[in-house]
């Protein structure tokens, strides 16, 4: 079983439109991130959500909007989108009640904009 | 502010040598250090963690890390690389006062490992 599951995996649109990026955690952690990996594979925090909480909020355009229904999934939708949006973003978790422990990663969402 | 430098982009060394992928932070307490690696297409994988304790750690597929305060380091080693072990390495840094979980990761290291 898939610990952290995005989808879709990829996804090819056109500027201006509107798409959005599930994700689930069968592991039962209480806090998932965004992370947005560029085409240089620089890894930069996005949002976190703290048991459908949020709790980062890293400077990131309004046009990226995270919603968690419950603390199994963390979607995130992206209005109108633009050229630079193009990137790799991974979906994680990260157990509950410790700040020692490692990140778990979803297998990413590959989005290109055209 | 927390961050984490990777002074080399490429490392590429010849199976069965050792390798060595640098790292150096930089925190305003004491960090908990992380190392994961990608494989092409692949989501980010643990490999091992400094948290307290033995300044070397010991991970998976055989890689070891060595926490140097004084350096402010956490080099990862492997004492013979595998063409196998041809991937993406990131370091990662959380700040031990954290209350997010957030980790700063450096800018990637890609290791090549020729037959």
């Known amino acids: 079983d898939t610990a952290v599951s995005q989808t879709p995996k990829y996804l090819v649109t056109q500027m201006g439109n509107d798409k959005s990026i599930k994700c689930e955690q069968n592991l039962g952690h209480d806090t998932m991130y965004w992370y947005k990996q560029d085409s240089k594979k620089f890894l930069k925090i996005m949002f976190s959500?703290?048991?459908?909480?949020?709790?980062i909020n890293e400077t990131v355009p309004n046009r990226f909007s995270p919603k968690s229904p419950d603390k199994a999934h963390l979607n995130l939708h992206i209005n109108s989108l633009e050229l630079g949006d193009s990137a790799v973003y991974f979906c994680a978790s990260l157990p509950q009640g410790t700040n020692t422990g490692e990140l778990f990663f979803g297998e990413g969402s590959r989005l290109t904009v055209l | 502010a927390q961050s984490v430098a990777q002074p080399e982009d490429q490392v590429n060394v010849a199976e069965g040598n050792p390798l060595t992928v640098k790292c150096t932070y930089s925190v305003s307490g004491n960090p908990y250090l992380f190392w994961y690696v990608q494989y092409p297409n692949r989501g980010l994988q643990f490999l091992l963690k400094y948290i307290t304790g033995d300044n070397l750690v010991k991970g998976s597929y055989g890689f070891e890390a060595e926490f140097n305060k004084s350096q402010t380091s956490f080099h990862l080693k492997k004492p013979s690389a595998l063409v196998s072990d041809s991937a993406l390495y990131f370091c990662a840094v959380r700040d031990r006062g954290s209350t997010l979980g957030r980790l700063y990761f450096g800018r990637g290291t890609q290791l090549t490992v020729w037959p």
């Open positions: 959500y703290n048991n459908k909480e949020l709790i």
